[in-house]
């Protein structure tokens, strides 16, 4: 079996990657980071701030993030949790007006594969 090899530790601002949540535990590798691969065909690279708002978007895009799924160890998103969501999903809620807010320390650079710095810095948080 392949071992899956993990991108370089860089944020959109070109510094090291910081952790996105450790609670709930977010990221493809589910190490808090929002750490990328080439397997990591979602690309959950985008760490955001969850609002109830985009959870029911999600939800009606067929992305239920707000259940509980204990058998996978997901405890369901609520507002106000951190998590690493697909760059592709974070750009089609733009397209739709209901795009969260993003930590830009936290978002990998291969965000930026898909998404505009410009729009992510649009849509930052900020964080002093």
């Known amino acids: ?4 090899v ?8 070109g510094s090291k990657l910081a952790p996105c949540s450790q609670d709930p535990v977010t990221g493809f590798f589910r190490d808090g980071c929002c750490n990328t691969c080439k397997e990591d065909v979602g690309s ?4 955001i701030e969850v609002t109830e708002g985009f959870l029911q978007y999600s939800r009606f895009a ?8 204990p058998e996978l160890s997901f ?3 609520q507002e106000g949790d951190r998590w690493c969501l697909c760059a592709s999903r974070w750009l ?3 397209k739709k007006g209901m795009a ?3 930590f830009l320390n936290n978002t990998h650079i291969k965000a930026l594969d898909i998404i505009p710095l410009d729009l992510l810095t649009e849509f930052a ?3 002093n």
Request: hydrophobic share 35%; aromatic share 0%; with cysteine.
């Open 75 to 77: 405890p369901g998103l």
């Open 6 to 13: 993990m991108n370089e530790e860089i944020n959109v601002l």
């Open 62 to 69: 067929g992305n239920d993030l707000s259940t509980p799924h």
């Open 44 to 47: 959950h690279t985008v760490c």
């Open 92 to 94: 089609e809620a733009h």
């Open 125 to 127: 948080v900020n964080v």
């Open 1 to 4: 079996m392949n071992e899956l």
């Open 100 to 102: 969260p807010r993003v």
